[in-house]
């Protein structure tokens, strides 16, 4: 059986091209059109069952990636994208990658597009490679949480939100801060806890304030690491008065560890996230806002956008907010 980038080889043009011409899509010369019909004819390529229902515009799959997909925050992203997605009658079929080996191999998967008709990456950037491999097989690729140039994409300024952290304590009085967050040399080279911190030490810096090393903590991504990094900080013999945190998850682990230490929040530490998850209001959490939901909501709109018209490179940025709850006040006296 003939693929397409056998008729790609034969009519002289991308596998991508291909793909417009087969899904009835605009913007092909008609003489291309005519050199790949006639390379389909000649080879006798079928497409799919699934290309054939994207050609005639009927529902078609959408392939998302996610990291962690239990995550509050993922959570509430997919949670937008699905609501989104709904009333179109595409599928949504979620690959939750555990690791950088299992995202290379699912993308490999998915680069064809008889398989998909698009695929979003929530916290996920591909690698140069691979956008061009998706390039060349025609399938599009939309980013929720990350800004990757020449694709679709969601993202916040993570640098000012850790600028707004900073701002927020500094305000406040506080002058012995820490911070905790991510590891910051993971396999998938997601950089929003780093970009965090840098913009949170400048601000710092400006106020002639530097985070000393220990009061740095990254540990991997999780509630229960957090928390054994806040103990750890309670036990220096200057412990901080106020800790920012890169995540509300992270946070939830901060204030786990304070109630372990006999900590009334804020009077003797102030604590602010990042997220703004559900949760976070339950826990009178401080935090950086930033709109999961709606990312995810943004993000399926660019899936359907790009589903029937060539992608165009569409940067979204989506605003960033303090929210101020009971879990920061002033410095203890």
Request: net charge negative; with cysteine; proline share 6%.
């Amino acid at each position: 059986m003939s693929t397409i980038s056998e008729v790609a080889k034969r009519a002289g043009v991308s596998a991508a091209t291909v793909s417009r011409v087969l899904n009835g899509k605009r913007h092909v010369a008609d003489s291309t059109r005519s050199r790949v019909l006639l390379a389909a004819e000649e080879l006798g390529y079928t497409p799919s069952r699934a290309a054939q229902t994207l050609a005639r515009g009927r529902a078609t799959t959408v392939g998302v990636l996610a990291h962690m997909a239990s995550s509050p925050s993922v959570a509430e992203r997919l949670g937008g994208l699905s609501a989104r997605l709904a009333p179109s009658g595409n599928d949504l079929v979620l690959f939750d990658v555990e690791s950088a080996s299992r995202r290379r191999a699912v993308l490999r998967e998915l680069a064809d597009p008889e398989r998909v008709g698009v695929v979003v990456l929530i916290s996920i950037r591909p690698t140069p490679e691979e956008i061009a491999i998706f390039q060349e097989v025609g399938v599009p690729i939309v980013v929720v949480d990350a800004r990757v140039p020449d694709l679709d994409c969601t993202y916040v300024d993570n640098m000012e939100g850790g600028r707004l952290a900073a701002r927020a304590l500094l305000a406040s009085g506080h002058r012995e801060i820490a911070f905790i967050g991510d590891i910051e040399d993971n396999e998938f080279d997601f950089t929003a806890s780093r970009d965090r911190r840098v913009a949170f030490e400048d601000v710092l810096g400006t106020a002639s304030l530097q985070l000393d090393s220990e009061y740095v903590q990254l540990v991997p991504h999780g509630r229960s690491p957090a928390r054994r990094a806040a103990q750890r900080l309670f036990a220096l013999d200057a412990p901080p008065t106020a800790i920012f945190a890169a995540s509300d998850v992270q946070a939830s682990g901060v204030l786990e560890a304070a109630q372990d230490r006999g900590l009334e929040i804020p009077r003797d530490l102030s604590v602010i996230g990042f997220d703004d998850i559900q949760s976070s209001r339950g826990m009178g959490l401080t935090t950086i806002r930033q709109p999961l939901e709606e990312s995810g909501a943004y993000g399926a709109k660019l899936a359907l956008e790009a589903i029937e018209h060539q992608p165009m490179g569409l940067a979204i940025e989506l605003p960033l907010s303090l929210v101020s709850r009971r879990s920061t006040g002033p410095p203890p006296t």
